[in-house]
């Protein structure tokens, strides 16, 4: 099937279709040989396509997949404590995913899973901004002290960006944050004393868990997955 080039340069992950442009009107794009600088062209993905000289290859589909992770499982394949793991829950058709960052033993909710490595790594990185929205259930807590993680904390001297933070009632407290950082809600909300006694992931970037049984495993539709690939491709 043709495709127009530039379509065929933002599949393989290059550039945005609009960022894919460009280097084609700059003269950057070559198809076996022959530089290309009209948007107007089509390939097929059996040409050797070179991008600033380098050969690029479609790449394979990503798959995604959003799991509800209980608590009491562990973000790894095997743990040395024996403790069990999302792969001890997951069926074993889905044992060859990579995990999207991690959740910690005692937090449940949304995970992402994915069939592609290098998607799970960009997926992660605290460069991409990509907001993760958790719900917190805690003993008590103030503005005043929730004002100081809003502003971002140094802890043990590591920083901590500032968080989102809404308060849905007197125990629970809606938190979004986009860095990543190990054990990061804990840490910050133990910091303001108010330590969490309870944490659920129920977003990450566009993705949202819904009504997602516990333990089960949806996969995400094309559509999203595209949009996620755009906001990542944006951020370069």
Not at 204 to 226: Q, S, W
Request: with cysteine; charged share 35%.
């Amino acid at each position: 099937m043709n495709v127009r080039l530039a379509k065929f340069i933002a599949d393989c992950g290059v550039a945005s279709r609009r960022g894919a442009e460009v280097l084609i009107s700059q003269g950057d794009v070559s198809v076996n040989g022959k530089i290309v600088n009209s948007p107007v062209f089509f390939v097929d993905g059996s040409e050797k396509i070179c991008v600033k000289g380098k050969e690029i290859k479609k790449k394979k589909e990503i798959k995604l997949y959003m799991f509800h992770k209980p608590v009491d499982t562990m973000t790894t394949t095997k743990d040395p404590m024996g403790r069990k793991t999302i792969y001890d829950v997951l069926d074993k058709k889905y044992r060859n995913l990579k995990y999207i960052g991690r959740l910690d033993f005692k937090t449940s909710g949304l995970l992402l899973l994915t069939n592609d490595g290098e998607f799970a790594r960009q997926m992660s990185l605290p460069k991409n901004r990509i907001q993760r929205t958790y719900v917190a259930t805690v003993n008590s807590f103030t503005e005043k002290k929730l004002d100081i993680a809003r502003k971002g904390v140094c802890v043990d001297g590591i920083k901590y960006r500032p968080m989102k933070i809404e308060a849905v009632d007197e125990h629970t407290l809606k938190v979004t944050v986009e860095e990543g950082k190990k054990n990061e809600i804990r840490i910050v909300l133990r910091y303001i004393e108010a330590p969490v006694r309870a944490l659920h992931r129920v977003s990450y970037g566009p993705i949202k868990l819904g009504n997602l049984a516990r333990g089960k495993i949806l996969e995400v539709d094309k559509k999203t997955i595209d949009l996620v690939l755009k906001k990542l491709l944006e951020s370069k």
